[in-house]
């Protein structure tokens, strides 16, 4: 069955340093990944969008790279913030029509210490 | 910017009761998705709509049914309510023909006691 695994439940990273959370995937050929923010009792927020035959996506301080052979996503948050601190979900589109599911991932929970 | 809407924000059902629960997508967006997420879960996808057509179906009870209308507005209905029914269901829109990202409503909250 198809199968999305985020590296860790919580990750706890000091000011300043760079986060990098992963995202592996079994059983599955997505044509599209994204990367959301969800904070407590709230929406997920869209981030970031990387398609399959793209290596590598920025938006100021967020990176995400796609190895479809490794079949796994890294995002990145640089010069992480108190700010930064929430549950980061990433999700994958099949593609072969627009509205298929989206499948999200169990989410890491991300924890920046002053 | 309009934002999705989602109503109510809160609901208490008994168990084997029905509630409802409606979704307004950001106005001409004709795609719509329901999640159920469960407290510390990642949001599970029931079922999407485009165009008033159903697209894919997850993990969607038979208690559980849902419809789009003319306005492209939603609703998710569900029959004989459970405790584990219990969660956060959120409804998230986006216009059809991108592959872009879901904009996602603040949820509705249902409890079942």
């Known amino acids: 069955s198809q199968k999305i695994e985020q590296n860790s439940e919580a990750l706890n990273i000091q000011e300043g340093k760079t986060a990098t959370l992963t995202c592996n995937y079994t059983n599955y050929s997505p044509a599209y990944l994204q990367w959301y923010r969800q904070d407590p009792g709230r929406g997920p927020v869209f981030l970031l969008l990387?398609?399959?035959?793209?290596k590598e996506k920025r938006k100021e301080r967020l990176k995400v790279t796609f190895d479809t052979t490794l079949k796994q996503s890294l995002f990145h948050i640089t010069a992480s913030q108190p700010a930064d601190s929430a549950t980061y979900l990433c999700a994958l589109h099949p593609g072969y029509s627009s509205a298929s599911k989206i499948i999200f991932g169990s989410g890491t929970r991300l924890s920046i210490r002053p | 910017a309009a934002g999705v809407i989602q109503s109510p924000r809160h609901l208490i059902k008994e168990k084997r009761e029905t509630a409802t629960l409606k979704c307004y997508p950001i106005p001409r967006h004709d795609t719509v998705y329901w999640y159920q997420q469960g407290p510390g879960q990642d949001p599970q996808f029931l079922i999407s709509f485009y165009e008033k057509m159903q697209s894919d179906k997850g993990s969607i009870p038979d208690r559980f049914s849902a419809q789009q209308f003319s306005d492209y507005h939603s609703e998710l209905n569900m029959s004989s309510l459970e405790l584990g029914d219990s969660a956060l269901y959120f409804c998230?829109?986006?216009?059809?023909?991108?592959?872009?990202?879901?904009?996602f409503g603040e949820g509705s909250r249902l409890t079942v006691l």
């Open positions: 998230a829109s986006r216009q059809g023909a991108s592959t872009g990202e879901l904009f």
């Open positions: 990387i398609r399959e035959n793209e």
